[in-house]
T-cell receptor, first 113, second 114 residues
Framework: DQQVKQNSPSLSVQEGRISILNCDYTNSMFDYFLWYKKYPAEGPTFLISISSIKDKNEDGRFTVFLNKSAKHLSLHIVPSQPGDSAVYFCAARATSGTYKYIFGTGTRLKVLA | NAGVTQTPKFQVLKTGQSMTLQCAQDMNHNSMYWYRQDPGMGLRLIYYSASEGTTDKGEVPNGYNVSRLNKREFSLRLESAAPSQTSVYFC?????????????FGEGSRLTVL
């Protein structure tokens, strides 16, 4: 069973507009949610995270929103730039004490110039 | 600053051969992880090690073994490779203390099993 789901495999956005990437989770026993960005032939790089006790975290052009009642998080990128074109993974960290991280299947973002 | 280093970066094996993927981190992190990435499947956890001397199974451990040799190194072994193990493998580590939830990843090891 997929505990962390990204239902949109791909997304295309015009440069300068907002990109919104979505993620749903099914388990309430997560204490941190994270977003990673991945370019081809490179390892995932950390973008932004949010603690389960918060509902918003912002870092420059990137904002993550957490809706615990809906078990949903989203990543907003404003304004979108061509260099943002990559695969984005959301992840959740289990609170079991072993700090196990579960990843979604990824969303490929293409920002059109 | 090396961060998380994986070797080899590329490997081709024949079915039934064995090999070990090496991972080392120089950030004094306690926890280390092995993931595999397959198209449409995202990153799936194979094994992890919460601290030196401990290892635990993740979502897809079958066909793999791991060794946490010391605090720096965490190796992944395929005893008898199968075509289903063709994948890109990523090692990661988690900072101790300061907690933003972040994992640090290596650049990956691309394995092809014929």
């Amino acid at each position: 069973d997929q505990q962390v789901k990204q239902n949109s495999p791909s997304l295309s956005v015009q440069e300068g507009r907002i990109s919104i990437l979505n993620c749903d989770y099914t388990n309430s026993m997560f204490d941190y949610f994270l977003w990673y960005k991945k370019y081809p032939a490179e390892g995932p790089t950390f973008l932004i995270s949010i603690s389960s006790i918060k509902d918003k975290n912002e870092d420059g052009r990137f904002t993550v929103f957490l809706n615990k009642s809906a078990k949903h998080l989203s990543l907003h990128i404003v304004p979108s730039q061509p260099g943002d074109s990559a695969v984005y993974f959301c992840a959740a960290r289990a609170t079991s004490g072993t700090y196990k991280y579960i990843f979604g299947t990824g969303t490929r973002l293409k920002v059109l110039a | 600053n090396a961060g998380v280093t994986q070797t080899p970066k590329f490997q081709v094996l024949k079915t039934g051969q064995s090999m070990t993927l090496q991972c080392a981190q120089d950030m004094n992190h306690n926890s280390m992880y092995w993931y595999r990435q397959d198209p449409g499947m995202g990153l799936r956890l194979i094994y992890y090690s919460a601290s030196e001397g401990t290892t635990d199974k993740g979502e897809v451990p079958n066909g793999y073994n791991v060794s946490r040799l010391n605090k720096r190194e965490f190796s992944l072994r395929l005893e008898s490779a199968a075509p289903s193990q063709t994948s890109v493998y990523f090692c990661a580590s988690r900072p101790t203390g300061r907690d933003t939830g972040e994992l640090f990843f290596g650049e990956g090891s691309r394995l092809t099993v014929l």
